[in-house]
C-alpha cells in the first residue's frame, strides 16, 4: 500500500524535499483491491493538486493508514494549502 501511495504521489515530490509524510503497517494488497485505491489515491492527488494542499509550495499531506474491524483505514490530511471556501451556489443551479 505504501508503495502504491509513493508512485501515485512521486510526480509531486521535490528533490531532497518531501511533501508527504506516510506511516502505518505494511499492507498488501489483492491485485483488484489495488486498482480501487489506485484509483481513489489518483482522484484524492489530483484534487489536492488543483484545490488543495499540493496546489501551493508550502502544503503537505500526511496519510494514515491502519487496520479497522472492517478492513484498512486510510486517513488523509492536508495542511498548509489555501483556506477551505464554501461554494457559491447560483440558483439557477439548484432547479
Not at 489518483?42 to 488543495?52: C, L, Q, S
Request: aromatic share 4%.
Amino acid at each position: 500500500m505504501q508503495s502504491l501511495i509513493r508512485e501515485e504521489l512521486a510526480p509531486y515530490q521535490v528533490t531532497g524535499t518531501s511533501r508527504v509524510d506516510i506511516s502505518g503497517p505494511s499492507l498488501v494488497l489483492k491485485p483488484t483491491s489495488a486498482h480501487s485505491i489506485a484509483m481513489v489515491l489518483h482522484e484524492t492527488t489530483t484534487n489536492a493538486v488543483k484545490y488543495g494542499a499540493l496546489s501551493v509550495p508550502s502544503g503537505r499531506i500526511r496519510i494514515e493508514l491502519s487496520r479497522g474491524d472492517a478492513g484498512m483505514v486510510i486517513c488523509w490530511s492536508e495542511t498548509g494549502g489555501p483556506p477551505v471556501r464554501r461554494p457559491v451556489i447560483k440558483d439557477s443551479e439548484c432547479e
